[in-house]
């Protein structure tokens, strides 16, 4: 039953893509082609297991979110240099395998990066631990393919105390 389970998840992940497809070809001779998705045909350096996600694709995931956990591998720079999605664990690339116990193993799981990349690569690590991974995404992509990323704001810095002062606190 769980591997029909992630069966199911698998096909709706391609029959999103295949439906992102046949939506992204120009409706006239004088229309702008959509934004072509990166896959392992015109990005050859994406070599990982994980299935690299469109827009369309994970647009379709997050309509079932008590089923999805978004982690994004990207540094806190990164993320609010670009941007990302509203919902998300941020766990950077090289702290997740200290950070297993922190993922969840009854979700779905996509991986998110810049481009992808470095997501594929612990979409591919954490496959192997046996956690669900049903893709993984580069916010730079979905946003190419005109999804909309929600930027998040760094904290104000604090302010310096003066050294020797007490605070109300003590």
């Known amino acids: 039953m769980k591997n029909l389970a992630k069966l199911a998840g698998v096909a709706a992940v391609l029959f999103a893509q295949s439906a992102y497809a046949q939506q992204a070809a120009p409706a006239s001779p004088n229309a702008q082609p959509a ?3 990166a896959t392992p045909a015109n990005d050859p350096a994406y070599t990982y297991k994980t299935l ?3 827009r369309a694709a994970f647009d379709a995931l997050l309509g079932k979110p008590e089923q999805l956990l978004v982690l994004d591998v990207r540094r806190p720079d990164e ?5 990302g999605f509203p919902a998300y664990l941020s766990i950077q690339t090289a702290d997740i395998q200290r950070s297993l116990s922190f993922i969840p193993h009854d979700r ?3 991986t998110v990066s810049n481009r992808a990349h470095r997501a594929g690569a612990v979409g591919d690590l954490l496959a192997g631990y046996g956690y669900h991974v049903v893709g ?3 916010v730079l992509d979905y946003q190419d393919e005109g999804g909309v990323l929600t930027k998040i704001a760094p904290p ?3 302010a310096a105390q003066a ?3 007490q605070t109300a606190a003590q």
């Open 35 to 37: 934004p072509v998705a």
């Open 52 to 54: 690299r996600l469109n």
């Open 79 to 83: 993320l609010t240099k670009v941007g």
């Open 108 to 110: 779905l799981i996509v």
């Open 136 to 138: 993984a995404i580069g």
């Open 156 to 158: 104000p810095p604090k």
């Open 163 to 165: 050294p020797g002062s």
